[in-house]
């Protein structure tokens, strides 16, 4: 009986915590949409956001986390970019979506950062419990997508109501995760092929997608960490997970070649290096030489402010869906180095952290930089890519698997002490 209650115990736990509440809040926009939760009478990544904030609470009143000082050198210089957009705000010639902008830059977006900086990097059971349920939920949105074509054959496919692009870039993750665990954690054969279904079932929905972005990027970040699996993790040296990965990949480029001329996702590919380039390539090409031009005329250095870019375009589109561009134009090159700066401390500490320790945790959150990344370089804007804040800020878990001294109030008084009394001592000393 005792056993039961602690098993309980620990599965209420695991489902009430903050990397299970905040997982649903950062996803959200892939299943809010859905006509089931249509009931909900309120905005459910604000509910999400407001409930997984007062965790973050409890765990801090708590003392259950223990900041290191690079996640918090990583938060700071993130404040400076986040001051510096909100000061662009002084001269940007937007004056509508400039509000909604501002808004969930300071806040939800920001929030995706600090709380995987903070709380989920903090450790590899929050780390695996956040990549748990990040991979439920992609596996469920494959799903989604698959059931449909199975039942009707091949149609357009909208998951939960919404745009392909969010539920793309949720199955690819899932993906990476998938393949992270297969070729550099997979302990065993059995677990290797349940890995090895998986990413077959979530690579089966992202093709069944329209998302050229999503399944790009998914296959790029996937052959990086195949490459950079054979010498981190001698994987020639490893059947147990060489064998099953292979068959995925052959089955995979098997699928795709039997199957590309009645996938639409192919089509759009096809229709990208053609001659006569379908109108969202088009789009895309004019306006990132939009972009190029328009920060080249002016205001180079400090930008045209946040938002701007929908004035500045007559409104045809309110972002140029490359986020670098957006930060050149809105932002300037301040800006952009700004942004630059948290994002290259993260890395540092990232593969600082692998370097030392061997983590394999080390390894995902580098691709899911990656993954998160590449996908901003061609949809959205800086808060419809909230996933590539909450992957800077998972960047921190080097410093924590380093096991550094954490940084509380009473080292920062001990510390302030010391360095007071060496002045006060240097200042005593001199004639």
């Known amino acids: 009986?005792?056993?039961?209650?602690?098993?309980?115990?620990?599965?209420?736990?695991?489902?009430?915590?903050?990397?299970?509440?905040?997982?649903?809040?950062?996803?959200?926009?892939?299943?809010?949409?859905?006509?089931?939760?249509?009931?909900?009478?309120?905005?459910?990544?604000?509910?999400?956001?407001?409930?997984?904030?007062?965790?973050?609470?409890?765990?801090?009143?708590?003392?259950?986390?223990?900041?290191?000082?690079?996640?918090?050198?990583?938060?700071?210089?993130?404040?400076?970019?986040?001051?510096?957009?909100?000061?662009?705000?002084?001269?940007?010639?937007?004056?509508?979506?400039?509000?909604?902008?501002?808004?969930?830059?300071?806040?939800?977006?920001?929030?995706?950062?600090?709380?995987?900086?903070?709380?989920?990097?903090?450790?590899?059971?929050?780390?695996?419990?956040?990549?748990?349920?990040s991979l439920a939920l992609a596996l469920v949105t494959a799903a989604a997508t698959i059931y449909p074509v199975a039942l009707y054959g091949p149609i357009p496919v909208r998951p939960f109501g919404?745009?392909?692009?969010?539920?793309?870039?949720?199955?690819?993750?899932?993906?990476?995760?998938?393949?992270?665990?297969?070729l550099f954690v997979s302990p065993s054969l059995a677990r290797s092929a349940l890995a090895a279904s998986s990413l077959c079932v979530l690579g089966a929905g992202l093709a069944l997608l329209d998302g050229r972005g999503p399944l790009a990027a998914t296959v790029l970040t996937i052959g990086l960490l195949g490459i950079a699996a054979f010498p981190l993790a001698s994987l020639h040296r490893r059947p147990t997970r060489l064998g099953p990965g292979l068959l995925a990949g052959v089955g995979g480029v098997a699928v795709a070649v039997l199957y590309a001329d009645s996938l639409r996702v192919a089509e759009?590919?096809?229709?990208?290096?053609?001659?006569?380039?379908?109108?969202?390539?088009?789009?895309?090409?004019?306006?990132?030489?939009?972009?190029?031009?328009?920060?080249?005329?002016?205001?180079?250095?400090?930008?045209?402010?946040l938002a701007s870019w929908g004035p500045l375009n007559d409104e045809v589109v309110r972002w140029p869906h490359n986020v670098v561009l957006e930060l050149l134009v809105e932002l300037g090159v301040v800006g952009l180095l700004l942004f630059g700066l948290p994002v290259l401390l993260g890395l540092a500490l990232a593969v600082s952290g692998y370097r030392e320790t061997r983590e394999p945790g080390c390894v995902v959150v580098l691709a899911l930089f990656v993954y998160t990344f590449l996908n901003a370089q061609v949809t959205g804007d800086l808060n419809e890519n909230r996933f590539l804040f909450a992957a800077i800020g998972l960047l921190c878990y080097g410093a924590y698997v380093r096991r550094s001294e954490p940084v509380t109030v009473g080292r920062l008084v001990d510390r302030s002490r010391r360095l007071l009394g060496r002045l006060t001592g240097r200042a005593g000393r001199r004639p």
């Open 1 to 133: 009986m005792s056993s039961l209650r602690h098993r309980l115990r620990r599965v209420s736990g695991h489902l009430v915590s903050f990397e299970v509440v905040f997982a649903l809040f950062l996803f959200s926009g892939v299943y809010k949409a859905s006509p089931r939760l249509a009931w909900v009478p309120v905005d459910l990544t604000a509910i999400l956001a407001v409930v997984s904030l007062l965790l973050a609470v409890g765990l801090l009143v708590g003392g259950r986390i223990e900041p290191r000082v690079g996640p918090l050198v990583l938060v700071g210089l993130f404040g400076c970019f986040l001051a510096y957009a909100l000061l662009t705000v002084l001269w940007t010639p937007s004056e509508l979506y400039v509000r909604e902008k501002t808004f969930r830059l300071a806040s939800v977006t920001t929030f995706s950062l600090l709380g995987c900086a903070l709380v989920v990097a903090q450790n590899r059971v929050r780390l695996h419990r956040f990549l748990a349920v």
């Open 162 to 182: 919404t745009t392909y692009l969010t539920p793309g870039r949720m199955i690819g993750l899932g993906a990476v995760v998938v393949a992270w665990y297969l």
């Open 268 to 305: 759009k590919f096809r229709e990208t290096v053609s001659d006569d380039p379908d109108p969202a390539t088009t789009g895309r090409l004019e306006n990132w030489a939009f972009a190029l031009e328009t920060w080249l005329s002016g205001r180079t250095l400090t930008g045209h402010g």
